[in-house]
């Protein structure tokens, strides 16, 4: 039986009876992914959601994309994904169990920590993480997408579904709005996020030891990541090209390298210029490692879009992310600066033409 301890709280005037576990952990860390539908029904509305919330559809239309719109790629990627396991218990679980040991090694002054994973549609859904963060006790919650290069319809609509899943279950604290009150109780709690860690060490020192590895393999290197269309291009862009000069910066053989971006999963097939047949064709029959620069775990994009897109070049070989020292070590210097800094002002930039609501809820929390 778990003890529990009974204290007296006073909040606004009012005395309140607070019963929480003993020894809560108090920093609470939230990673969150796009997660693995696994079956047609649950990639459709999956899709449908992330439609609706990017274009803000009208709260009343609950409308799902038919099976005819749903690109066949999708329907490819589960196939892939039930060949290489499950990545919730054989990946992230472990992420969350080691970056959790890390922290507490590296920042004693915490006492206790706890790092939880979720996502939109999978179990533990973001949803079902929020409300037993509320109900814990916390002090302090931290949100770090797993995506390291922001773009506002990847993170930045996992952002945005964290947020409202927070404004459901807590109101404002008078202290200031980034403190949130959880309802019918008197536990408040900060509330942050690292939207943006593109330029931590962790992504060069992952991907430069990954090439000095197999660097007798390969001759060239194309860094690649999802497109981005649409507001925040051009820093998403630029973001990625800063990466992949940092990582081949670090490495000890100067391998000729470009950039090159690809349609992802739950993306239409549309023409892009900087396409990676267009970026292998310029090196001709050289061995080229194609590293998934925006990635540190496995995902659909990893698995399945990578492979068939290169598949018809037999000197090109995907560079799949592993989680290592190297990863964990890097995400917990993330969260610790984090934790010790200053709050990020980015999130208070308005993007152009934007008048979505959810996005201002976000800009208002965690601001």
């Known amino acids: 039986m778990v003890s529990r301890v009974t204290r007296s709280v006073a909040r606004n005037g009012r ?10 952990c108090k920093t609470q860390i939230l990673i969150v992914h796009e997660g693995f539908p696994k079956s047609e029904f649950y990639a459709r509305k999956a899709l449908s959601k992330e439609a609706k919330n990017y274009y803000n559809w009208p709260k009343v239309i609950d409308w799902q994309l038919p ?12 196939e892939d994904y039930g060949k290489f396991g499950d990545v919730q218990e054989t990946v992230m679980n472990p992420l969350a169990n080691s970056l959790q040991s890390s922290l507490l090694a590296v920042m004693p002054e915490l006492e206790s920590v706890r790092v939880h994973c979720a996502s939109p549609f999978e179990s533990p859904t973001i949803e079902e993480s929020i409300d037993k963060i509320a109900s814990s006790g916390a002090t ?10 922001f773009g506002c319809s990847r993170s930045g609509l996992l952002i945005n579904e964290v947020v409202r899943c927070i404004d459901k279950r807590t109101l404002p604290s008078k202290d200031g709005i980034t403190k949130r009150i959880v309802t019918q109780s008197p536990t408040e709690f900060e509330v942050s996020s690292i939207e943006r860690w593109s330029t931590h060490p962790v992504i060069s020192n992952l991907w430069s030891s990954r090439l000095e590895s197999m660097r007798s393999d390969i001759d060239a290197v194309i860094f690649t990541a999802p497109i981005l269309r649409g ?18 910066s670090e490495t000890r053989v100067p391998f000729p390298w470009r950039v090159a971006f690809f349609n992802g ?8 210029r900087e396409n990676i047949s267009a970026q292998m064709n310029h090196f001709k029959e050289k061995r080229i490692a194609i590293v ?4 540190v775990v496995p995902s659909f ?13 037999q000197n090109a070989r995907v560079i799949s992310p592993v989680i290592n020292s190297i990863v964990v070590n890097g995400l917990t210097e993330v969260v610790k600066n ?17 008048f979505r609501g959810d996005c201002q809820l976000t800009r208002d929390i965690l601001t």
């Open 292 to 295: 998934p620069i925006s990635s």
């Open 15 to 24: 005395r309140f009876l607070s019963t929480t576990p003993e020894g809560t």
């Open 231 to 248: 507001n925040g291009r051009k820093d998403y862009e630029r973001s990625v090209y800063a990466s992949g000069e940092r990582t081949i």
């Open 265 to 272: 999963w739950n993306q239409w097939d549309l023409p892009i």
């Open 67 to 78: 099976s005819f719109l749903i690109p066949e790629k999708v329907g490819k990627c589960m």
């Open 338 to 354: 984090h934790l010790l800094g200053r709050r990020s002002a980015q999130l208070q930039l308005k993007c152009n033409w934007c």
């Open 140 to 149: 302090r919650l931290v949100i770090l997408p797993l995506q390291p290069h």
């Open 301 to 313: 994009d990893t698995i399945s879009i990578l492979p068939r897109l290169v598949q018809s070049n």
